[in-house]
């Protein structure tokens, strides 16, 4: 199952501007434990993850993308078509770990 969060909402800038005028009509699931192929989805320590959702193999299936703080790479779990998940695997350019720089 899917859910939208808000910060999925405001990162594809759709809809973004109606949740945000009504507030009250926003409603969350419940927090869920992700796995993926068996395993609990974690982070490289000391953690600040930011999760988003993104079409990153192009099958039109919402991918779990998860930035991490060290090195700025980017973990990317492949939605299957059972809704689960593939291991993780950095988003790669030219055969190496993509990096978004950070600002410290």
Do not use: I
Not at 4 to 21: C, D, K, P, Q
Not at 45 to 71: E, I, S
Not at 75 to 95: I, K, M, P, S, Y
Request: hydrophobic share 45%; no cysteine.
């Amino acid at each position: 199952m899917k859910t939208t969060s808000l910060m999925a909402l405001a990162l594809a800038g759709l809809g973004a501007s109606a949740a945000l005028a009504d507030p009250g009509s926003v409603r969350f699931s419940a927090p869920q434990r992700l796995q993926a192929d068996g395993a609990w989805v974690k982070v490289e320590p000391p953690g600040y993850a930011f999760p988003a959702w993104a079409d990153v193999t192009g099958d039109g299936r919402d991918d779990l993308v998860v930035g991490q703080f060290t090195g700025g790479k980017l973990n990317v779990f492949a939605r299957r078509a059972d809704g689960t998940f593939a291991a993780g695997g950095w988003l790669l350019v030219d055969g190496k770990p993509a990096e978004v720089p950070g600002v410290w």
